[in-house]
Protein backbone atom coordinates (compact mmCIF):
# COMPACT_ATOMS: atom_id res chain seq x y z
CA UNK A 1 0.00 0.00 0.00
CA UNK A 2 1.15 3.64 -0.98
CA UNK A 3 -0.26 6.66 1.35
CA UNK A 4 0.06 9.01 -1.04
CA UNK A 5 -1.04 12.56 1.18
CA UNK A 6 -0.59 12.45 4.97
CA UNK A 7 0.53 14.56 7.88
CA UNK A 8 2.90 13.02 10.44
CA UNK A 9 2.62 15.78 12.42
CA UNK A 10 -1.13 15.01 13.01
CA UNK A 11 -1.16 11.88 14.24
CA UNK A 12 -2.65 13.14 17.55
CA UNK A 13 -5.69 14.87 16.11
CA UNK A 14 -6.77 11.93 14.13
CA UNK A 15 -10.06 11.14 14.55
CA UNK A 16 -10.15 14.25 16.92
CA UNK A 17 -12.56 17.74 15.90
CA UNK A 18 -14.37 16.10 12.95
CA UNK A 19 -17.44 18.97 13.45
CA UNK A 20 -15.11 21.50 11.43
CA UNK A 21 -14.81 22.68 7.99
CA UNK A 22 -11.31 23.43 6.37
CA UNK A 23 -10.79 27.14 7.22
CA UNK A 24 -11.80 26.75 11.18
CA UNK A 25 -10.25 23.42 11.17
CA UNK A 26 -6.52 24.69 10.25
CA UNK A 27 -6.75 28.10 12.80
CA UNK A 28 -8.32 25.98 15.83
CA UNK A 29 -6.60 22.51 15.91
CA UNK A 30 -4.05 21.95 12.97
CA UNK A 31 -1.60 25.01 13.24
CA UNK A 32 -1.18 24.61 17.44
CA UNK A 33 -0.42 21.21 16.88
CA UNK A 34 2.27 21.87 14.75
CA UNK A 35 4.06 24.50 16.45
CA UNK A 36 4.24 22.08 18.78
CA UNK A 37 6.67 20.16 16.86
CA UNK A 38 9.46 22.99 17.51
CA UNK A 39 10.09 20.52 20.46
CA UNK A 40 12.03 17.31 19.18
CA UNK A 41 11.49 15.43 22.18
CA UNK A 42 8.03 16.00 21.50
CA UNK A 43 8.15 14.93 17.72
CA UNK A 44 10.19 11.94 18.43
CA UNK A 45 7.44 10.86 20.22
CA UNK A 46 4.67 11.08 17.86
CA UNK A 47 6.30 10.52 14.96
CA UNK A 48 7.36 7.07 16.19
CA UNK A 49 3.43 6.49 17.02
CA UNK A 50 2.38 7.54 13.43
CA UNK A 51 5.17 5.00 11.80
CA UNK A 52 4.24 2.13 13.73
CA UNK A 53 0.43 2.72 12.13
CA UNK A 54 1.55 3.20 8.81
CA UNK A 55 3.50 -0.11 9.49
CA UNK A 56 0.67 -1.87 11.10
CA UNK A 57 -1.87 -1.45 8.49
CA UNK A 58 1.62 -2.17 5.98
CA UNK A 59 1.59 1.24 4.29
CA UNK A 60 5.40 0.63 3.18
CA UNK A 61 5.71 4.03 1.17
CA UNK A 62 4.09 7.51 1.43
CA UNK A 63 3.90 11.10 1.06
CA UNK A 64 4.36 12.97 3.52
CA UNK A 65 3.82 16.33 5.41
CA UNK A 66 6.36 17.13 8.33
CA UNK A 67 6.11 20.43 9.81
CA UNK A 68 8.00 24.02 8.84
CA UNK A 69 11.03 23.11 11.73
CA UNK A 70 14.14 21.49 9.47
CA UNK A 71 15.16 19.38 13.24
CA UNK A 72 11.82 17.56 13.55
CA UNK A 73 11.55 16.63 9.43
CA UNK A 74 15.41 15.38 9.24
CA UNK A 75 14.18 13.00 12.39
CA UNK A 76 11.05 12.05 10.95
CA UNK A 77 13.28 10.64 7.91
CA UNK A 78 16.18 9.17 10.05
CA UNK A 79 12.93 7.59 11.52
CA UNK A 80 11.89 6.63 8.29
CA UNK A 81 15.83 5.20 7.95
CA UNK A 82 15.35 3.06 10.68
CA UNK A 83 12.50 1.35 10.18
CA UNK A 84 13.36 0.65 6.08
CA UNK A 85 9.55 2.02 4.91
CA UNK A 86 10.00 4.64 2.20
CA UNK A 87 8.77 7.86 2.27
CA UNK A 88 9.24 11.33 0.22
CA UNK A 89 9.00 14.05 3.27
CA UNK A 90 8.65 17.26 3.16
CA UNK A 91 9.84 20.17 5.02
CA UNK A 92 6.11 22.31 5.09
CA UNK A 93 6.95 25.94 3.48
CA UNK A 94 4.90 28.53 4.49
CA UNK A 95 4.94 32.25 5.45
CA UNK A 96 1.38 34.13 5.35
CA UNK A 97 -1.71 33.58 6.89
CA UNK A 98 -0.65 31.04 9.27
CA UNK A 99 0.60 31.35 13.33
CA UNK A 100 3.84 33.54 13.31
CA UNK A 101 4.94 30.33 15.19
CA UNK A 102 4.67 28.71 11.73
CA UNK A 103 6.30 31.43 9.33
CA UNK A 104 9.32 30.99 8.18
CA UNK A 105 11.02 33.28 6.03
CA UNK A 106 11.99 32.72 2.23
CA UNK A 107 16.05 32.57 2.98
CA UNK A 108 15.12 29.99 6.05
CA UNK A 109 13.03 28.38 4.10
CA UNK A 110 15.40 27.54 1.41
CA UNK A 111 18.21 27.16 3.90
CA UNK A 112 16.74 24.50 5.61
CA UNK A 113 15.69 22.88 2.83
CA UNK A 114 18.61 22.37 1.25
CA UNK A 115 20.21 21.12 4.64
CA UNK A 116 17.91 18.65 4.05
CA UNK A 117 18.42 17.78 0.68
CA UNK A 118 22.40 17.76 0.95
CA UNK A 119 21.95 14.75 3.60
CA UNK A 120 18.74 12.60 1.98
CA UNK A 121 18.79 13.43 -1.44
CA UNK A 122 20.94 10.40 -2.95
CA UNK A 123 19.57 9.12 -6.24
CA UNK A 124 18.26 5.37 -5.20
CA UNK A 125 17.43 6.35 -1.11
CA UNK A 126 14.19 5.14 -0.05
CA UNK A 127 13.43 8.26 2.25
CA UNK A 128 14.21 11.61 0.12
CA UNK A 129 12.86 15.08 0.45
CA UNK A 130 9.94 16.49 -1.84
CA UNK A 131 9.27 20.07 -2.11
CA UNK A 132 6.06 21.18 0.19
CA UNK A 133 4.62 23.92 -0.32
CA UNK A 134 1.79 23.99 2.23
CA UNK A 135 -0.67 25.51 -0.20
CA UNK A 136 -1.41 28.77 -1.69
CA UNK A 137 -3.19 30.89 0.60
CA UNK A 138 0.02 29.81 3.43
CA UNK A 139 2.92 30.83 0.72
CA UNK A 140 3.36 34.37 -0.91
CA UNK A 141 4.57 34.40 -4.49
CA UNK A 142 7.80 34.82 -3.44
CA UNK A 143 8.14 31.60 -1.58
CA UNK A 144 6.26 29.74 -4.50
CA UNK A 145 8.68 30.90 -6.52
CA UNK A 146 11.70 29.61 -4.28
CA UNK A 147 10.06 26.16 -3.90
CA UNK A 148 9.57 26.17 -7.96
CA UNK A 149 13.36 26.72 -7.63
CA UNK A 150 14.56 24.06 -5.35
CA UNK A 151 12.69 21.97 -7.42
CA UNK A 152 13.78 22.44 -10.33
CA UNK A 153 17.74 22.98 -9.18
CA UNK A 154 17.49 19.40 -7.28
CA UNK A 155 15.27 17.58 -9.70
CA UNK A 156 12.73 16.87 -6.59
CA UNK A 157 9.33 16.05 -7.21
CA UNK A 158 6.89 18.43 -4.87
CA UNK A 159 3.62 18.34 -3.32
CA UNK A 160 1.14 20.24 -2.28
CA UNK A 161 -2.74 20.88 -2.03
CA UNK A 162 -5.27 21.97 -4.95
CA UNK A 163 -9.15 22.90 -5.58
CA UNK A 164 -10.18 20.92 -1.89
CA UNK A 165 -13.32 23.23 -0.79
CA UNK A 166 -14.85 26.28 -2.09
CA UNK A 167 -13.74 28.83 0.35
CA UNK A 168 -10.46 27.72 -0.32
CA UNK A 169 -10.72 28.57 -4.77
CA UNK A 170 -11.89 31.59 -3.80
CA UNK A 171 -9.10 32.54 -1.47
CA UNK A 172 -6.49 31.70 -3.83
CA UNK A 173 -8.22 33.66 -6.57
CA UNK A 174 -8.11 36.74 -4.22
CA UNK A 175 -4.32 36.65 -3.39
CA UNK A 176 -3.64 35.45 -6.99
CA UNK A 177 -5.83 37.15 -9.60
CA UNK A 178 -3.15 37.06 -11.99
CA UNK A 179 -3.22 33.17 -12.09
CA UNK A 180 -6.17 31.67 -14.16
CA UNK A 181 -6.96 28.70 -11.59
CA UNK A 182 -5.43 27.64 -8.38
CA UNK A 183 -3.20 25.02 -10.15
CA UNK A 184 -2.12 27.74 -12.40
CA UNK A 185 -1.17 29.67 -9.05
CA UNK A 186 1.46 26.63 -8.80
CA UNK A 187 2.19 25.91 -12.53
CA UNK A 188 3.85 30.00 -13.29
CA UNK A 189 6.42 29.00 -10.46
CA UNK A 190 7.20 25.77 -11.47
CA UNK A 191 5.59 23.85 -8.89
CA UNK A 192 3.20 22.33 -11.13
CA UNK A 193 4.38 18.55 -12.84
CA UNK A 194 8.01 20.66 -14.01
CA UNK A 195 8.30 18.19 -11.91
CA UNK A 196 6.71 15.06 -10.61
CA UNK A 197 3.85 16.39 -8.61
CA UNK A 198 1.01 15.11 -6.69
CA UNK A 199 -1.47 17.67 -5.41
CA UNK A 200 -3.92 16.41 -2.84
CA UNK A 201 -7.88 16.56 -3.45
CA UNK A 202 -8.82 18.51 -6.69
CA UNK A 203 -12.34 17.96 -5.29
CA UNK A 204 -13.26 20.69 -7.81
CA UNK A 205 -11.07 20.83 -10.56
CA UNK A 206 -11.98 21.23 -14.19
CA UNK A 207 -11.56 23.42 -16.93
CA UNK A 208 -7.92 24.95 -17.59
CA UNK A 209 -6.84 23.28 -14.53
CA UNK A 210 -7.76 19.58 -15.47
CA UNK A 211 -5.97 20.31 -18.95
CA UNK A 212 -3.17 21.43 -17.19
CA UNK A 213 -2.93 18.58 -14.92
CA UNK A 214 -3.14 16.35 -18.09
CA UNK A 215 -1.04 18.04 -19.95
CA UNK A 216 2.04 18.02 -16.79
CA UNK A 217 1.36 14.60 -15.79
CA UNK A 218 0.45 16.23 -12.37
CA UNK A 219 -1.29 13.12 -9.79
CA UNK A 220 -3.94 13.35 -7.37
CA UNK A 221 -3.78 12.31 -4.22
CA UNK A 222 -7.74 11.42 -3.52
CA UNK A 223 -8.34 11.62 -0.08
CA UNK A 224 -12.05 10.47 0.13
CA UNK A 225 -12.30 10.27 4.24
CA UNK A 226 -10.94 13.87 4.44
CA UNK A 227 -13.25 15.13 1.66
CA UNK A 228 -16.12 13.74 3.99
CA UNK A 229 -15.29 14.27 7.13
CA UNK A 230 -14.28 18.50 5.77
CA UNK A 231 -17.74 18.36 4.14
CA UNK A 232 -15.39 19.51 1.26
CA UNK A 233 -17.04 17.50 -1.59
CA UNK A 234 -16.45 14.31 -3.84
CA UNK A 235 -14.05 14.20 -6.10
CA UNK A 236 -14.80 12.65 -9.47
CA UNK A 237 -12.37 9.59 -8.62
CA UNK A 238 -13.49 7.29 -11.89
CA UNK A 239 -13.91 10.46 -14.00
CA UNK A 240 -10.27 10.63 -13.30
CA UNK A 241 -9.13 7.55 -15.01
CA UNK A 242 -11.39 8.12 -17.86
CA UNK A 243 -9.67 11.43 -17.85
CA UNK A 244 -6.26 9.72 -18.19
CA UNK A 245 -5.22 11.33 -15.01
CA UNK A 246 -2.75 9.87 -12.75
CA UNK A 247 -4.27 9.04 -9.42
CA UNK A 248 -3.39 7.57 -5.66
CA UNK A 249 -5.07 7.47 -2.57
CA UNK A 250 -4.52 9.17 0.84
CA UNK A 251 -5.34 8.79 4.38
CA UNK A 252 -4.96 12.82 4.97
CA UNK A 253 -5.15 12.46 8.71
CA UNK A 254 -5.84 14.23 10.40
CA UNK A 255 -8.84 15.57 7.85
CA UNK A 256 -8.85 12.20 7.32
CA UNK A 257 -9.55 9.80 10.06
CA UNK A 258 -8.20 6.41 8.90
CA UNK A 259 -4.46 5.45 8.08
CA UNK A 260 -5.65 1.94 7.37
CA UNK A 261 -4.85 2.43 3.22
CA UNK A 262 -7.13 -1.19 2.45
CA UNK A 263 -10.34 0.47 3.92
CA UNK A 264 -9.54 4.07 1.68
CA UNK A 265 -10.05 1.36 -1.52
CA UNK A 266 -13.90 1.01 0.13
CA UNK A 267 -14.19 4.80 0.95
CA UNK A 268 -12.87 5.53 -2.73
CA UNK A 269 -15.49 2.97 -4.24
CA UNK A 270 -18.21 4.70 -1.99
CA UNK A 271 -17.73 8.54 -3.02
CA UNK A 272 -17.36 7.35 -7.26
CA UNK A 273 -20.97 5.49 -6.10
CA UNK A 274 -22.35 8.33 -4.86
CA UNK A 275 -20.92 10.15 -8.37
CA UNK A 276 -23.29 7.06 -9.88
CA UNK A 277 -25.94 8.03 -8.13
CA UNK A 278 -26.76 11.27 -9.18
CA UNK A 279 -25.46 10.67 -12.61
CA UNK A 280 -26.15 7.74 -14.34
CA UNK A 281 -23.54 8.32 -17.25
CA UNK A 282 -20.51 8.49 -14.61
CA UNK A 283 -19.32 4.90 -14.18
CA UNK A 284 -18.31 4.02 -9.95
CA UNK A 285 -14.72 2.44 -9.78
CA UNK A 286 -14.42 -1.24 -9.76
CA UNK A 287 -12.58 -3.28 -6.59
CA UNK A 288 -10.00 -3.95 -9.24
CA UNK A 289 -10.26 -0.39 -10.88
CA UNK A 290 -9.90 1.27 -6.79
CA UNK A 291 -6.76 -1.63 -6.25
CA UNK A 292 -4.75 -0.80 -9.16
CA UNK A 293 -4.80 3.03 -8.15
CA UNK A 294 -3.81 2.45 -4.71
CA UNK A 295 -0.75 0.11 -6.29
CA UNK A 296 0.58 0.09 -9.82
CA UNK A 297 -0.86 3.65 -10.47
CA UNK A 298 0.66 5.20 -6.87
CA UNK A 299 3.70 3.14 -6.97
CA UNK A 300 4.58 4.47 -10.15
CA UNK A 301 5.58 7.77 -8.21
CA UNK A 302 7.88 6.08 -6.30
CA UNK A 303 9.73 4.36 -9.47
CA UNK A 304 9.20 0.93 -10.27
CA UNK A 305 6.70 0.42 -7.67
CA UNK A 306 3.17 -1.14 -6.76
CA UNK A 307 3.44 -4.30 -8.59
CA UNK A 308 4.87 -8.17 -8.87
CA UNK A 309 5.89 -7.64 -12.66
CA UNK A 310 9.35 -8.82 -13.60
CA UNK A 311 11.62 -5.39 -12.92
CA UNK A 312 9.50 -4.28 -10.07
CA UNK A 313 10.69 -3.85 -6.34
CA UNK A 314 9.46 -6.19 -4.29
CA UNK A 315 6.88 -4.26 -2.06
CA UNK A 316 5.01 -6.90 -0.70
CA UNK A 317 2.28 -7.72 2.45
CA UNK A 318 1.89 -11.80 3.71
CA UNK A 319 -1.90 -11.76 4.81
CA UNK A 320 -3.34 -15.12 6.37
CA UNK A 321 -6.88 -14.54 6.23
CA UNK A 322 -7.92 -17.88 7.17
CA UNK A 323 -10.17 -16.17 9.76
CA UNK A 324 -11.74 -14.72 6.58
CA UNK A 325 -11.70 -17.31 4.44
CA UNK A 326 -14.55 -19.68 6.05
CA UNK A 327 -16.17 -20.98 2.66
CA UNK A 328 -15.02 -21.63 -0.70
CA UNK A 329 -13.94 -17.69 -1.75
CA UNK A 330 -12.68 -17.18 -5.01
CA UNK A 331 -8.86 -15.84 -4.82
CA UNK A 332 -10.47 -12.13 -5.82
CA UNK A 333 -13.52 -12.86 -3.32
CA UNK A 334 -10.67 -13.81 -0.88
CA UNK A 335 -9.09 -10.50 -1.52
CA UNK A 336 -12.54 -8.33 -1.61
CA UNK A 337 -13.30 -9.16 1.92
CA UNK A 338 -9.81 -8.57 3.21
CA UNK A 339 -9.85 -5.09 1.59
CA UNK A 340 -14.07 -4.24 2.63
CA UNK A 341 -13.74 -6.18 6.78
CA UNK A 342 -9.65 -7.50 7.22
CA UNK A 343 -7.38 -5.59 9.48
CA UNK A 344 -3.84 -5.51 10.44
CA UNK A 345 -4.42 -8.59 12.22
CA UNK A 346 -4.54 -10.40 9.39
CA UNK A 347 -1.21 -9.17 7.70
CA UNK A 348 1.95 -11.06 8.99
CA UNK A 349 4.73 -9.90 7.22
CA UNK A 350 5.73 -6.67 5.80
CA UNK A 351 7.90 -6.31 3.01
CA UNK A 352 10.01 -2.74 1.48
CA UNK A 353 12.05 -3.00 -1.45
CA UNK A 354 12.87 -6.35 -0.65
CA UNK A 355 13.35 -6.21 3.22
CA UNK A 356 11.12 -7.38 5.88
CA UNK A 357 9.84 -4.47 7.87
CA UNK A 358 10.27 -5.42 11.69
CA UNK A 359 7.68 -3.72 14.12
CA UNK A 360 9.27 -0.13 14.79
CA UNK A 361 9.43 0.92 18.53
CA UNK A 362 7.17 3.64 20.07
CA UNK A 363 8.17 5.50 23.35
ZN1 LIG B 1 -3.50 17.55 3.44
Redesign the pocket.
Known amino acids: MNDM?V?ASQVRNQAVAMDLELLPWLQNYTFPEKVKYADIHYAEKMYRRFLHTQWLFGSMRSCV?GTVHTESTRLLMKLYQETGMGAFVGKVAMNRNCPEALSEDVEAAVEGNEQLIAEFNQPDALVRPIITPRFVPSCTPELLRACGQLAEKYHLPVQS?LSENMSEIEWVAELEPESISYGDAYNRDGLFGQTPTIM?HCVWTGGQELDLMKRNRVMVAH?PT?NYNLASGMAPVRSFLDEGLRVGLGS?IS?GHDLNMFRMLVYAIQVSKMHYKHNHDMKFLSLSEAFWIATKSAGSFFGKVGSFEPGYEFDALVIDDSVLNFDDYSLQERLERFVYVGDDRQILYRFCRGKLIEEPAVI
Open positions: HHFHACSDG
